[in-house]
């Protein structure tokens, strides 16, 4: 059947569905689900016989503004929120975890750039961290406690300060998707640098061990966050710049509620990480090698559970029901 020929046998159909979506209160939701299955019959027919088309587009968006339609008055049980932690939200993540690789590669080359950049000149390091911090780094390290900035204010203060500041850092990645994946990957990438030339400096004063045994307590809910970040940034701008077979706008949006929704638990964890920074992190002389390796190993089983290992677990369950 030529295109033309499925167009005039259905626009009609098309055009009166549309209508009625706009006053979705007057329609029966009977029929509603109805049409929604003769609209997927020719959504499927378009995607094999016309792939590119126009047609697809028109019947991909027209389906999809259908389904939310119908997903809004579908009545659901019990709380809202534990269902969109325990199933929607992991299947999204698992949706986007080739977007949390990439972010994971980039971030990882950007930190081992930081690393020979700092190692070849010894001015990259104030360039990046500025003559401010490096100098008062240097002051606490004569005073023999290199990590005394984690306890320049008090806890609670310090607490709101951190939080407000790592999320915003967060953010700022992910929105940094509207400028498409390079502007994420940007970001990201100088973040990685900055970590990069931040370990290189304690490794040249002989504080890598210490340094790093004191930043891991929060540092590996926090660096973590960061690369989820970019990930949810590269995905954003991967939606604005490859809408595939949909409007390049229904695209985006869809795009921007998923990142949105990713942002939600990347959020909580730079709260948790907050915490740790101010309350624990600040007591590096005196807590217990236990302790410290707890709450690393902790954190770290954390991020890999709940934005990896579970969403699988979601996945694999959801496809063996369907």
């Known amino acids: 059947m030529k295109e033309i020929t ?44 016309y792939p ?18 119908i997903y809004r008055n579908k009545r659901e049980k019990g709380n809202r929120i534990p269902a969109f932690f325990r199933t929607e939200l992991p299947l999204i993540l698992y949706s986007a975890r080739p ?32 003559d401010a911090y490096v100098n008062m780094t240097l002051d606490n390290i004569e005073k023999g406690d290199p990590m005394a900035v984690y306890g320049q204010m008090g806890e609670l203060p310090m607490a709101f300060y951190i939080i407000f500041n790592n999320v915003s850092v ?22 990685g640098v900055m970590v990069g030339a931040f370990q290189t400096f304690f490794y040249q004063k002989n504080l890598l061990g210490v340094s790093t045994y004191t930043i891991m307590i929060h540092g590996t809910l ?20 490859f809408p ?18 990713v942002m939600i638990p990347i959020t909580i964890v730079f ?7 101010s309350f624990v992190t600040r007591h590096y002389n005196s807590i217990d090698n236990w302790l410290n390796i707890f709450i690393i190993a902790a954190s770290m089983l954390v991020i890999i559970w709940y934005f990896f290992i579970y969403p699988s677990l979601v996945h694999k369950k959801i496809k063996a029901n369907d």
């Open 6 to 49: 499925f167009i005039n046998r259905n626009k009609a159909r098309w055009e009166k569905f549309e209508q009625q979506l706009k006053k979705p209160s007057a329609v029966n939701p009977d029929s509603l689900a109805d049409q929604f299955i003769q609209l997927t019959d020719d959504l499927a027919f378009a995607r094999t016989f």
């Open 99 to 130: 977007y949390f690789i990439i972010s994971f590669i980039v971030f990882m080359a950007s930190w081992a750039l930081g690393v020979a950049s700092s190692l070849a000149d010894i001015e990259f390091v104030r360039s990046i961290l500025g």
């Open 244 to 261: 595939g077979t949909y409007p390049r706008k229904d695209s985006f949006i869809y795009g921007a509620i998923k990142g949105v929704k």
């Open 222 to 241: 926090e660096l973590s966050a960061i690369v989820l970040a970019g990930g949810a940034g590269i995905m954003l701008g991967k939606y604005l710049l």
């Open 170 to 191: 967060a953010w700022q990645v992910f929105l940094y998707g509207f400028l498409t994946p390079i502007g994420a990957i940007y970001r990201l990438f100088f973040n």
């Open 271 to 277: 709260f948790v990480a907050g915490i740790l920074e």
């Open 52 to 69: 590119g088309s126009h047609t697809l587009a028109y019947l991909n968006s027209l389906s999809q503004k259908t389904h939310q339609e």
